[in-house]
């Protein structure tokens, strides 16, 4: 089944304490991209990623890092988190840049990630 | 700069037909999307336009595309109490990577 694949899927931290999302999809797509969704501000994007070994930063990348070593993982690290980095997030990947205009997104199921 | 916004809730009764309204600023967007959220779940592709069309129709859907009013609405006809979600319009610019930029989300509630 083409999927994307998150996890964790719920995750309560404290300040400060590294933490790594994974993100992995089996559909052979170049872009990936993760999202956070807070009430109220609907999704922003943190980061992108256009192929293995190119990132850039989306709206919000600020207290983020991601890495791109494969086609089919894009992690996102939380290095230090902070509680305003409580929220859902969202990985996605699509074909956009391999023919396509539009960019199809596809969506894993979300990871719910709390910092106290 | 890029905004996209929409109203936050609409409630309507089983069998209704359901207007969800949105309006972006920017001009030059490409492609314009509905994606729909269901609780506990990602978001998944409804339906997508592109920016030199003006209508797009698929079983229920119909999207409306009004360029010069930068509006964009979603008809789902014969709603039913399934629909219940959140829907979220995008748009995207060619120029950006194409980075989409995501509305609030409209919560859709359907009544029996």
């Known amino acids: 089944e083409a999927q994307v694949t998150q996890n964790p899927r719920y995750l309560i931290t404290v300040t400060g304490k590294k933490l790594t999302v994974t993100c992995s999809q089996n559909m052979n797509h170049e872009y990936m991209s993760w999202y956070r969704q807070d009430p109220g501000l609907g999704l922003r994007q943190i980061y992108y990623s256009m192929n293995v070994e190119v990132t850039d930063k989306g709206d919000v990348p600020e207290g983020y890092k991601v890495s791109r070593k494969e086609k089919r993982n894009f992690p996102l690290i939380l290095e230090s988190p902070s509680p305003n980095q409580t929220s859902l997030y969202f990985c996605?990947?699509?074909?956009?840049?391999?023919?396509?205009?539009?960019?199809?997104?596809?969506f894993g199921a979300g990871s719910r990630l709390t910092v106290l | 700069g890029e905004d996209v916004e929409q109203s936050l809730f609409l409630s309507v009764r089983e069998g209704d037909s359901s207007v969800i309204n949105c309006t972006y600023t920017d001009s030059s967007s490409t492609y314009l999307y509905w994606y729909k959220q269901e609780p506990g779940a990602g978001l998944q592709l409804l339906t997508y336009?592109?920016?030199?069309?003006d209508m797009k129709q698929d079983q229920r859907l119909t999207v409306l595309l009004n360029k010069k009013d930068k509006h964009l609405s979603l008809r789902i006809a014969d709603t039913q109490t399934g629909d219940s979600a959140i829907y979220f319009c995008?748009?995207?610019?060619?120029?950006?990577?194409?980075?989409?930029?995501f509305g609030q989300g409209t919560e859709l509630s359907v009544k029996p």
């Open positions: 995008a748009e995207s610019i060619d120029n950006q990577g194409g980075k989409l930029i």
């Open positions: 996605a990947s699509s074909p956009y840049g391999q023919g396509s205009g539009a960019n199809v997104l596809t």
């Open positions: 336009i592109f920016s030199n069309m």
